[in-house]
């Protein structure tokens, strides 16, 4: 397959690595960078399958900025839904392009991990099964993919375990132990189940790969950043110095705000959502947040 990877961050550049396995694959950044076969953005725009790594809250302004369709089919490869309107990444992206041609990839991967070629199982879902198949069939042999139709499933479960994932970091940066952060984790499990199920999202999908798979992989690792931000939270840091250390996404943050928004209009309740959103929005003490969430 012709493929080209939009996005050179950790991600791109994994998904960079996998695709080159067994096709033929070039890399497109806004920032130049020395990696062989880096593409002006023309180049990758005219390549038929795109793998899309822009992290969740850009990807509205880059597609109304560079984007032009020229029939590519699209795998998006971002796990976030965008703070400013609580849009779902399959809004933004269905509305530059039908979602016969987009596919969603989700699942327990972390890039680091990925890219030395250790052994991986994916999702692949899209409306098109045949176009998620064919995604799916062009991974290298390292990683495993699944397929499935249910992409608001996929989308709410990659977005919200980076949420919970914070929580948990809060929860063990607080030495609250074992036994809390199992209780955080499965409680969170309900929690994004439910609420994608308020969105049309199939139940099972939350205990796939892209769900439960996913959830547990970041929610208990200081591989995730998501759950070093919430490390962070519990020694007292402040947001600002917390992203600074990162210097990379962390698409929780920006995530547990829409996930708040979305709840106060539709009327979810998303208590560790929720105490996500109090701590990082409005510097609750983390220690009370707990308090609350047991209470
Ligand atoms: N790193 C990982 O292990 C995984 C990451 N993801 C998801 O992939 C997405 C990208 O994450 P990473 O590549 O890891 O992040 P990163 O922090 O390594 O890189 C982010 C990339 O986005 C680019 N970028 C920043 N602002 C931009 C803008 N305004 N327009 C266009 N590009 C912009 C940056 O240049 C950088 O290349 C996120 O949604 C993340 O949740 C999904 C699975 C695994
Ligand atoms: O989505 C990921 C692994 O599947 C990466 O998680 P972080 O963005 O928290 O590092």
Same mark, same amino acid.
């Given at each position: 397959m012709k493929m080209a990877v939009i996005g050179a961050g950790k991600w791109g550049q994994a998904l960079y690595h996998a695709f080159s396995q067994k096709n033929d694959v070039v890399i497109h950044s806004r920032t130049p960078r &020395?990696? &062989?076969?880096?593409? !002006?953005l023309d180049e990758a725009l005219s390549r038929e399958y795109q793998v899309m790594a822009i992290p969740a809250q850009f990807v509205r302004s880059w597609l109304e900025k560079y984007f032009e369709d020229r029939g590519q089919k699209i795998l998006v490869a971002a796990k976030g839904i965008e =703070? @400013? =309107? $609580? @849009?779902?990444l399959n809004d933004i992206y269905g509305e530059f392009v039908p979602q016969q041609r987009l596919a969603y990839i989700s699942g327990p991967s972390f890039a680091a991990e990925v890219v030395q070629s250790l052994p991986t199982a994916l999702m692949i879902s899209s409306v098109n099964l045949e176009l998620a198949r064919t995604f799916s069939d062009a991974l290298p042999n390292y990683i495993k993919g699944y397929i499935s139709d249910d992409i608001i499933g996929a989308e709410v479960s990659g977005a919200y375990k980076n949420v919970i994932a914070i929580a948990s970091g809060v929860c063990d940066g607080l030495g609250l132990g074992n036994n809390a952060r199992a209780a955080l984790i499965s409680r969170g499990l309900v929690e994004m189940t439910r609420f994608g199920e308020a969105f049309g @999202?199939? !139940?099972e999908t939350f205990l796939s790969l892209g769900g439960a798979g996913d959830l547990f992989l970041t929610a208990s690792s200081t591989l995730s950043r998501n759950y070093r931000v919430g490390l962070g939270l519990a020694k007292g840091k402040k947001m600002d110095e917390i992203l600074k250390e990162l210097g &990379?996404? @962390?698409e929780g943050v920006g995530t547990s705000k829409a996930l708040q928004k979305i709840a106060e209009k539709k009327g979810i309740y998303l208590p560790i959502a929720s105490e996500v959103y109090a701590m990082i929005e409005? $510097?609750?003490?983390p220690r009370q947040s707990v308090r609350d969430l047991l209470g």
């Open positions: &020395e990696i &062989e076969n880096f593409v !002006s =703070t @400013a =309107t $609580g @849009a779902f @999202a199939h !139940s &990379e996404v @962390a409005k $510097g609750k003490d």
